[in-house]
């Protein structure tokens, strides 16, 4: 059976300077996958391509056996969570939530619903009417979250969306956010250059490394049968 998202022969360049290298990488339906890897290594590429704001040079992406590497951003059904989750000042919970629907054109009565389903499932509803400026780091990045379930995405992609946040809060988040994964059967790719962080989130960990894959496996396997000297030194290193 042909995986539910394939990545078949990436490459990216951005002028001369080659940052995805004929890159193959399976993702199954339900998986929470963490890209992991130093600075500069090519993780938000990938994301970025997935997602469809940039181009691969060269290569195929699947979902569930058909190319999406062709088609416009807004035609793939992923949600997209950032570090910088740019909530809408002057707009309340509900309104940003909202508001990539409205961009879409689907009618008040759907976005409504579609609104209060989303909010429902992050379980949001006591903050809904609050502007952002009375949330906390982590109610924030909730919306933010709750804004990209909106469409009720068959994945979802985040780069780095815990970063912000101090430790202690952050933990918390980690822990919520592998109960969301559960719960609501979500297919995750998770960017983060925090090694702890993509062995306690992750079902597997493709660690990165100038643009390729060193090593794809479990958390278990990652730590305990590093396969090559690079993702022992850089699993070894305590941030
Ligand atoms: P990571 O997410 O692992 O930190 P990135 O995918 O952001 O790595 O970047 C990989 C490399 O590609 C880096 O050297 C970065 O400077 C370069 N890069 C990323 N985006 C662009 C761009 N739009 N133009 C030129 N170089 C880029």
Request: glycine letters at 6%; a neutral charge; charged letters at 25%.
């Amino acid at each position: 059976m042909p995986a539910f998202i394939t990545l078949d022969r990436i490459s990216k360049a951005f002028g001369q300077l080659k940052v995805v290298d004929e890159l193959d990488l399976q993702i199954e339906k339900g998986e929470f996958v963490s890209l992991l890897g130093p600075s500069g290594s090519g993780k938000t590429t990938i994301l970025m391509m997935l997602a469809g704001f940039i181009e691969p040079t060269s290569g195929e992406i699947r979902l569930e056996n058909k190319r999406i590497d062709h088609l416009p951003a807004h035609r793939r059904n992923m949600g997209v969570v950032f570090q910088n989750y740019a909530l809408f000042p002057h707009m309340t919970v509900a309104e940003n939530v909202a508001f990539p629907l409205m961009m879409r054109g689907v009618s008040k009565a759907e976005a409504a619903e579609r609104v209060s389903r989303a909010i429902d499932m992050v379980k949001l509803g006591h903050i809904k009417d609050r502007k952002p400026a009375q949330l906390s780091g982590g109610q924030q990045q909730r919306v933010a979250l709750t804004r990209a379930l909106v469409f009720e995405p068959s994945v979802v992609l985040m780069d780095e969306p815990l970063g912000a946040l101090d430790k202690q809060l952050r933990e918390h988040m980690q822990f919520e956010l592998r109960e969301l994964h559960r719960r609501l059967e979500l297919t995750i790719v998770f960017v983060t250059h925090d090694q702890g962080e993509a062995l306690t989130m992750s079902d597997r960990i493709a660690v990165f490394n100038a643009g390729r894959i060193e090593q794809l496996a479990s958390p278990e396997a990652i730590y305990d049968r590093p396969n090559t000297r690079f993702v022992a030194e850089f699993i070894g290193e305590t941030n």
